[in-house]
């Protein structure tokens, strides 16, 4: 079992950056790839990045490619989502989850355990 909490979202300006964070505990983390999705109102969940589990290898949505990094710390159990340039289209709740295995995919189904969510709100 792998627990993961979100943290960071807010209320950013179209332009504004904004930082998650995703905290895992139980088992050893670096067992694990991490992924970030999120999803919108009436709108499917989404893919929007991922990280092997050494942090060598990432994955990035073609809409937020240039424009949002993840991350992630081994030692502190920790990944994150640096968010840049943020559009009024990134507003949606953002999911951590994590993926037994080394590599991370876009797909969903993939990932066996996901936080509760953190709303991202940009305005334009």
């Known amino acids: 079992q792998v627990q993961v909490v979100e943290s960071g979202g807010g209320l950013v300006q179209a332009g504004g950056s904004l930082r998650l964070s995703c905290a895992a505990s139980?088992?050893?983390?670096?067992?694990?790839?991490m992924g970030w999705f999120r999803q919108a109102p009436g709108k499917e969940r989404e893919f929007v990045a991922a990280?092997?589990?050494?942090?060598?290898?990432?994955l990035y949505a073609d809409s937020v490619k240039g424009r949002f990094t993840i991350s992630r710390d081994n030692a502190k159990n920790t990944v994150a989502l640096q968010m840049n340039n943020l559009k009024p289209e990134d507003t949606a709740v953002y999911y951590c989850?994590?993926?037994?295995?080394?590599?991370?995919?876009?797909?969903?189904?993939?990932?066996?355990?996901w936080g509760q969510g953190t709303q991202v709100t940009v305005s334009s």
């Open positions: 989850a994590a993926a037994s295995g080394m590599y991370g995919s876009r797909s969903h189904t993939a990932y066996d355990y």
């Open positions: 139980g088992r050893r983390f670096s067992d694990y790839a």
């Open positions: 990280i092997s589990w050494s942090g060598g290898l990432t």
